[in-house]
C-alpha cells in the first residue's frame, strides 16, 4: 500500500439539498462536502495529498514544487501541506503578478512560499523544470507534485474517499463533480470499480474537450487502480464527461457560473467557487432543467472547494 499521512478532516458529511431540489423540481439532490476537509480552507487537493505527502516524506524530499493558475487551489493547499510538515514551497504561477495579493495568491504568501511568475502558459513546464534542475543543484531535495495533485498516487484520494462514501450508506444514482486535470474523477472511477458503486460518475469538464478528457480520466484510473488492486482497464467510452460548459475558457466567469453560486448561496447558504464547482453546479442545474436526470434519482454534487478565489479580483461578479 502506498505511504499515506492522515491529516484532512475525514469522513465529509454528505448534506441533503431540500430547497434547492424544489426550486428546480428536479431529482432529490446532495451534496459530498469535500470544501471541509480542513486544511487551508479545505478542497478536494487535500485528499490528494495525503497520498504525495506519504510519497513525498518517505523519499526524505525538503521541498514541494508545483504549478497551477493565478488563484490554484491546487497550489494553495500545496503550500499549506508544505508549511504543515516543515517543507519548503516553490509555486510556479501562470498569469501577471498582481499589485496587491488577494484570495489563493495571498494565502501561498502566508504559507512561506515562493512564488515564481510565467507571463505565458506556455513557458510553464519549462519553468517549472528548470526550478526543480535549480533545487536539485542547490542539494534542496524537491519533489515534483503534479499539476492538480493528478497522477495515480494522488488520485488513490479518491479512490479511498468512493469507499469512505458508499460507508456512509447514502445511495446515489448520480455523482456530479469538477473535472479538469482528472485526478479527482479518475479516482472515482477506480474506487467505483473496487468498491461496487453501482451509480454514474458524470464529470463535468472545466477546460478539456470531451474526448481529450475521457481519455486523461480513463489511463489515469487504470493507473491509480493498477497500484492497489490487480490491473484493470478503463476504457474512454466508459467515462461520462460533459464539455459544453467550458467553451469560455478556463476561468472565464460567465452567468452559468454566477447564477449557480447565487443559486445555492441563496437556497442552501452554500458557497462554490468561481471556475470549479460554480461550472459544474452551473452545468448540473442547466442538465436538470433539461430534464436530463429522472425525477426519481437521487443525484450528489461532489463539492470539491475552492471558495477563497470568490474574493479574488475580477471575481466579485455575483451580484
Known amino acids: 500500500m502506498k505511504p499515506r499521512i492522515r491529516f484532512a478532516h475525514l469522513p465529509t458529511p454528505i448534506e441533503e439539498m431540500p430547497r434547492l431540489t424544489k426550486m428546480l423540481t428536479g431529482p432529490k439532490l446532495f451534496i459530498k462536502r469535500d470544501d471541509l476537509t480542513g486544511l487551508a480552507f479545505g478542497g478536494n487537493k487535500t485528499?490528494?495529498?495525503?497520498?504525495?505527502?506519504?510519497?513525498?516524506?518517505?523519499?526524505?524530499?525538503?521541498?514541494?514544487?508545483?504549478?497551477?493558475?493565478?488563484?490554484?487551489?491546487h497550489c494553495r493547499q500545496t503550500a499549506a501541506?508544505?508549511?504543515?510538515?516543515?517543507?519548503?514551497?516553490?509555486?510556479?504561477?501562470?498569469?501577471?503578478?498582481?499589485?496587491?495579493?488577494?484570495?489563493?495568491?495571498?494565502?501561498?504568501e502566508l504559507f512561506g512560499a515562493r512564488i515564481h511568475w510565467v507571463a505565458d502558459k506556455k513557458d510553464r513546464d519549462r519553468i517549472l523544470q528548470v526550478t526543480y534542475e535549480g533545487l536539485m543543484s542547490e542539494h534542496q531535495a524537491p519533489y515534483l507534485v503534479p499539476y492538480g495533485g493528478s497522477n495515480p498516487t494522488g488520485a488513490l484520494g479518491y479512490h479511498y474517499a468512493m469507499q469512505e462514501f458508499l460507508l456512509q450508506e447514502t445511495p446515489m444514482d448520480w455523482i456530479v463533480?469538477?473535472?479538469?486535470?482528472?485526478?479527482?474523477q479518475a479516482g472515482l472511477t477506480s474506487g467505483a470499480q473496487a468498491y461496487q458503486y453501482s451509480g454514474k460518475i458524470l464529470g463535468i469538464s472545466i477546460d478539456e474537450s470531451e474526448e481529450i478528457l475521457k481519455e486523461v480520466v480513463a489511463n489515469l484510473a487504470s493507473d491509480t487502480f493498477a497500484l492497489e488492486n490487480e490491473k484493470v482497464?478503463?476504457?474512454?467510452?466508459?467515462?461520462?464527461?460533459?464539455?459544453?460548459?467550458?467553451?469560455?475558457?478556463?476561468?472565464?466567469l460567465t452567468d452559468l457560473e454566477r447564477n449557480a453560486i447565487k443559486l445555492f448561496a441563496e437556497s442552501e447558504g452554500l458557497l462554490l467557487d468561481p471556475v470549479y464547482t460554480g461550472r459544474a453546479?452551473?452545468?448540473?442545474?442547466?442538465?436538470?432543467?433539461?430534464?436530463?436526470?429522472?425525477?426519481?434519482?437521487?443525484?450528489?454534487f461532489w463539492h470539491t472547494g475552492g471558495q477563497p478565489a470568490l474574493f479574488a479580483a475580477g471575481y466579485a461578479g455575483t451580484r
Open 281 to 300: 453546479a452551473g452545468g448540473m442545474i442547466d442538465l436538470i432543467r433539461k430534464g436530463f436526470f429522472k425525477k426519481s434519482d437521487r443525484v450528489l
Open 81 to 108: 501541506a508544505a508549511a504543515k510538515f516543515g517543507l519548503m514551497c516553490d509555486l510556479i504561477l501562470t498569469g501577471e503578478k498582481p499589485s496587491y495579493p488577494s484570495a489563493n495568491i495571498l494565502l501561498d
Open 47 to 73: 485528499r490528494k495529498l495525503e497520498f504525495l505527502l506519504g510519497d513525498a516524506v518517505s523519499k526524505g524530499v525538503k521541498t514541494l514544487v508545483t504549478a497551477g493558475a493565478v488563484q490554484s487551489n
Open 233 to 252: 482497464i478503463f476504457r474512454s467510452e466508459d467515462i461520462l464527461v460533459n464539455s459544453e460548459y467550458c467553451k469560455p475558457g478556463y476561468g472565464i
Open 177 to 184: 463533480v469538477a473535472s479538469s486535470s482528472g485526478g479527482t
